[in-house]
């Protein structure tokens, strides 16, 4: 590829980054990305136990989210994605209901029968609605508790909520819960079940095959090197200061800076206008606390379980060896323990062995067989940007992507709406991105 001598440098190497590099890489730009971990992928990036890849916080992808399987096509490894039955349960304190079919809902005593079946009316309804705009300023909690009556919240979409945005959950917008339906419901085939999508070899191969093709087409990223300031010289060119190997302090000068760094972190490093600083000061997050354990057996048969009991120490159950065939990870059980989490819980600040021993107490109440003695191996990690806070008339806070600043370009989670933030999204708004650079040369 020949070089148009235009140069870009990306602050980040998680799925926006990496996506916006290769796009603009293939147009002609030299592209540098910054990247503060020693690894690349960010939030969808992965670890190594027992032998498999699996990522820090579990993935999956959705039948719709068409942008990343047009990427994961152009990278040539369309053979590797593969669709799997996904299975949902709900634990109520006491017992597993299974979540899945429109039978489940009639089984579903929790609630009396009228409610089952205005959950499933309201359920088609919002599968339906197109315009998502009308919803802009109710909270979910009001528009269910209205619609679907107190039950079906209580009981079903509350916990769903709480599963997402923890102690946040009654605040969040009604545009976000219709995005979910949509995605949820959009990926749904034959007799109504849920697939979902997993590369074989886990997002590390979309990954690793992105690092190949950005450096084959010229492109550099730098790990262990986070960006510490954007800022204008004298002759108003962009400059960027970084910590090469995250000890020596450099500069460089750029034609465009496209960041994909958190919003309170794009406040640290970058002065902006009063106007642009204060959405970004809006942009609220969870942070993500997650056990990834193998265990000597399986918890239980469900992809997903969400805990509906509010006494619960943590929101979900993701069993990601449920997900795929026991052959995939040789008859080994993986799942995941999650939590979204305010960064001052106190869940959030505790140490692991503590947070442990009292996630395997609660795990006894899922399964009264498991013991501590079922963990082969774990690894626990935290994600701070893990999950904005959409709350209602969200819209109105969002951060634009070309910022105030002449070549100064943002793209993160906090931007992706209605739809929840996800893999798909960063490569949509990649896209995006690359249009917008393109207009400014
Ligand atoms: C628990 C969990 C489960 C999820 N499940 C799914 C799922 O099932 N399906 C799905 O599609 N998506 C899922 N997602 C969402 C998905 O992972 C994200 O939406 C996506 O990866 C975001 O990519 P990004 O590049 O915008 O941000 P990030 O991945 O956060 O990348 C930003 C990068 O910037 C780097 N950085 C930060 N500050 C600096 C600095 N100063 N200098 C240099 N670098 C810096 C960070 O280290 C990071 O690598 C999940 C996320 C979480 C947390």
Redesign the pocket.
Same mark, same amino acid.
């Given at each position: 590829m020949i070089s148009n001598g235009k140069n870009i440098t990306i /602050?980040?190497?998680?799925?926006?980054?990496?996506s916006s590099a290769y796009y603009l890489l293939k147009k002609g730009y030299h592209v540098e990305i910054?990247?503060?971990?020693p690894f /690349?992928?960010? *939030?969808?990036?992965t670890i190594n136990l027992s032998g498999f890849e699996i990522e820090r916080?579990?993935?999956?992808?959705f039948t719709g989210?068409s942008q990343?399987i047009d990427l994961i096509n152009d990278l040539g490894l369309q053979e590797k994605l593969k669709w799997h039955q996904s299975s949902v349960g709900i634990f109520d304190g006491e017992k597993i209901f299974s979540f899945q079919s429109p039978l489940d809902l009639i089984k579903f005593n929790k609630i009396p029968f009228f409610d089952r079946l205005r959950l499933g009316f309201i359920t088609l309804l919002l599968k339906y609605k197109k315009n998502w705009k009308s919803l802009e300023s109710m909270t979910a909690s009001e528009w269910i508790k209205s619609w679907a009556g107190k039950n079906v919240y209580d009981q079903i979409w509350g916990p769903l909520l709480r599963g997402k945005f923890g102690d946040y959950s009654e605040e969040i917008g009604m545009p976000w819960f219709w995005g979910k339906i949509q995605t949820r419901f959009g990926s749904r085939k034959r007799f109504n079940q849920e697939v979902l999508g997993y590369p074989n070899g886990s997002f590390k191969i979309i990954l690793d095959t992105l690092d190949k093709k950005i450096h084959s087409l010229g492109g550099v990223i730098y790990k262990n090197?986070?960006?510490?300031k954007i800022y204008f010289n004298d002759k108003k060119e962009i400059q960027i200061k970084?910590l090469e190997n995250n000890f020596k302090q450099k500069t460089k000068n750029t034609n465009v800076v496209l960041s994909?760094?958190?919003s309170f972190?794009m406040l640290n490093?970058c002065d902006f206008p009063d106007e642009y600083k204060s959405k970004l000061e809006a942009s609220k997050y969870l942070g993500?606390s997650?056990f990834i354990m193998e265990l000597k057996e399986k918890l239980t048969p469900f992809y997903w379980l969400n805990i509906a009991d509010r006494n619960s120490p943590f929101l979900g159950v993701i069993e990601q060896s449920n997900l795929l065939s026991s052959e995939y990870y040789k008859n080994k059980n993986f799942l995941y323990l999650?939590n979204y989490l305010d960064r001052n819980d106190w869940r959030y600040k505790l140490e692991e062995s503590e947070l442990l021993n009292i996630y395997c107490d609660y795990l006894k109440k899922i399964n009264p067989q498991f013991n501590k003695d079922w963990i082969i191996d774990y690894t626990y990690n935290k /994600?701070s940007?893990? *999950?904005p806070i959409i709350g209602k008339n969200y819209g109105n806070i969002i951060p634009e992507i070309s910022t105030p600043l002449e070549g100064v370009y943002l793209?993160?989670?906090t931007q /992706?709406y209605p739809e929840d933030?996800?893999?798909?999204?960063?490569v949509k708004m990649s896209q995006k991105v690359v249009d917008l650079i393109e207009k400014h040369f």
């Open positions: /602050i980040g190497a998680g799925f926006t980054g990496l910054f990247e503060s971990a /690349i992928g960010g *939030q969808a990036s916080g579990y993935h999956h992808l989210d990343i090197t986070p960006v510490k970084f994909t760094v958190p972190e490093i993500a997650v999650t /994600i940007a893990a *999950q793209a993160n989670t /992706i933030r996800g893999t798909n999204y960063s």
